[in-house]
């Protein structure tokens, strides 16, 4: 499962693409050729000093003194014909090719600092939110995650799957505000969740655990933002019986799939996790399932994008002419999502997919 935005690769640490290795090259063929091919009094060869600079954000810094030498060498010998260069162009062009290799060392240092922060980062944040597995128990899973932050691979959504002693609980949930700040509330929310699909007995009892791990963590944030609060939707598939539990806390519905038939699933909504489940403990609503049916879960950057025009994603129209892509349901979606938005939303995206019996979703 891939998260976050796609990126240049400079901008992952990686090796600049070939073309732009050959295009220095290429250039100083060009240029010396353009020179033999003009009449003496036109001079063309002032512009081979403009070409260490640019080998060197595709060399290293051997590589781009080998070709400041080249360079230095058609500039400093008139018998080649190349240029007629004075002593104080010598000296500038030979300043250029300097700073050139001193560019080139930083810029390779950079990448290997780039690669190795990156490489950190990524662990961290997968160790925070892994992959969805393809099963789990007796329920298949099929997940998409897409933060709103470039460059990131979890923001303020969340989802999650695990098996227990009371069967096969899922989590969707979106955290206030997004992007990295709101790193810390996801992993709060993800370890309270996996410690209450062990010990917890009810889905009531798991949301009341996730609200006092954001109670406790908004008393430690600082005054000028004293709530931190998600919406959530928990689901349960208690083994031996066809059906499914489902708590929602402010969260947008679920959507049930049977065939290319796409109903909401209808729960009586609690507040907002972190805003304290006070009163009667939320309503915990059962839905009979039928061999192939499947629940779709999301969260609200799906259904509030809009298009040019400020219209929003209609998720629940588009599914049945998404079902039977062979890619998948969830990766169906992101690709109308993101045609839809004319890039894809500006919000953090998550979708889960659930199914027990009948055909599983595509990997």
Do not use: N
């Amino acid at each position: 499962m891939r998260r976050g935005r796609t990126e240049p690769g400079w901008l992952r640490g990686e090796p600049p693409p070939r073309w732009a290795r050959i295009a220095p090259a290429v250039a100083l063929v060009g240029l010396v050729l353009a020179q033999r091919a003009t009449p003496d009094d036109v001079e063309l060869g002032f512009f081979l000093a403009g070409l260490p600079p640019v080998a060197a954000f595709a060399y290293g810094a051997a590589g781009t003194a080998v070709f400041a030498g080249i360079v230095l060498l058609l500039v400093g010998v008139p018998d080649l014909g190349v240029t007629h260069a004075r002593g104080t162009d010598m000296a500038t062009v030979a300043a250029i090719a300097l700073l050139s290799v001193v560019i080139a060392w930083v810029r390779r240092r950079r990448d290997a600092q780039l690669v190795s922060v990156r490489t950190v980062a990524e662990a961290a944040q997968l160790a925070v939110l892994p992959p969805v597995p393809h099963q789990v128990g007796g329920v298949r899973c099929s997940g998409l995650y897409r933060a709103a932050q470039r460059g990131t691979l979890v923001g303020g959504d969340l989802y999650d799957v695990r098996a227990g002693p009371y069967g096969v609980r899922a989590l969707v949930g979106d955290v206030q505000g997004h992007g990295l700040a709101a790193v810390a509330t996801v992993a709060a929310l993800l370890g309270a969740f996996r410690e209450a699909v062990l010990d917890d007995a009810g889905l009531a009892a798991v949301a009341a655990r996730l609200d006092r791990r954001l109670l406790a963590d908004s008393a430690l944030t600082p005054v000028e933002h004293p709530e931190l609060f998600a919406t959530a939707v928990l689901l349960e598939f208690p083994p031996g019986l066809d059906l499914v539990r489902i708590v929602s806390c402010g969260h947008p519905p679920a959507l049930r799939l049977r065939g290319f038939a796409v109903s909401e699933v209808a729960v009586e909504p609690g507040p907002p996790l972190g805003l304290g489940l006070s009163g009667p403990a939320p309503a915990v609503a059962e839905l009979p399932l039928l061999p192939g049916d499947r629940l779709l879960l999301h969260t609200d950057g799906v259904t509030e994008a809009r298009d040019a025009a400020g219209s929003f994603y209609p998720l629940a129209a588009r599914v049945p002419a998404l079902a039977g892509d062979p890619a998948g349901l969830v990766h169906a979606v992101w690709r109308d999502l993101a045609a839809f938005t004319d890039g894809g939303p500006r919000d953090d995206v998550a979708l889960l997919l659930l199914s027990v019996d009948g055909v599983p979703p595509p990997p």
